[in-house]
């Protein structure tokens, strides 16, 4: 148990001096978990057995998903088809909540730097044209982009605890869509007072 420990808090101070000793995190864990086997903390059946198969193929499966939504257009359809139902003059809330929703929308399948990548010059142009600020607009899609709450596979922690906590997808959507909700009403009545239209 104290080899155990010691690997633990080497592990943890590896991954807080991440950038003074130039050794990527996931490095870091590889060679702990490396570690428990050498020292004889863990068996390499034991090893095998905490493996969660279904977070490696889950991830295996959805990262090409959201490559392939990035670089087939997928995405610039889905933000086209919004954009095209907000009207032609649409007030700056009905584009700080319409930008919410596609971000958000948008970061539950793919990656939310895609996404926010994706919409910040849609909705920059769509800002011009309608004569507000565009700061509040790309605000709310930076902050929808990290509200990955409703999927297991909108962010690498859901997926994470999908298999140990044995969760369903539609867990994560009664939980997630509550939090989506509030976020968009906090980012509705606070993004206006910090950066007015």
């Known amino acids: 148990m104290m080899i155990c420990a010691a690997i633990l808090v080497g592990v943890i101070i590896a991954m807080v001096l991440e950038k003074d000793i130039n050794v990527p995190m996931q490095t870091s864990a590889i060679i702990g978990g490396l570690m428990c086997v050498l020292t004889g903390c863990l068996n390499e059946k034991q090893a095998y057995q905490g493996i969660d198969w279904t977070t490696i193929f889950l991830f295996a ?68 044209s309608v004569g507000v600020s565009p700061y509040p607009v790309v605000m709310a899609i930076g902050i929808a982009g990290s509200c990955a709450f409703t999927t297991p596979v909108a962010t690498p922690p859901n997926t994470l605890v999908l298999g140990p906590g044995q969760f369903k997808f539609m867990d994560y959507v009664k939980v997630g869509l509550p939090l989506v909700f509030i976020s968009l009403i906090v980012c509705l009545v606070v993004i206006p007072l910090v950066w007015p239209f």
């Open 61 to 128: 499966g959805m990262l090409p998903l959201a490559g392939a939504m990035d670089k087939s257009g997928a995405g610039k359809v889905i933000a086209d088809f919004v954009v095209g139902l907000m009207g032609d003059a649409p007030s700056a809330v009905v584009i700080v909540a319409a930008m919410f929703a596609l971000s958000c929308g948008l970061t539950q399948f793919m990656s939310n730097t895609a996404a926010a990548a994706l919409l910040a010059p849609i909705a920059i142009s769509i800002a011009q």
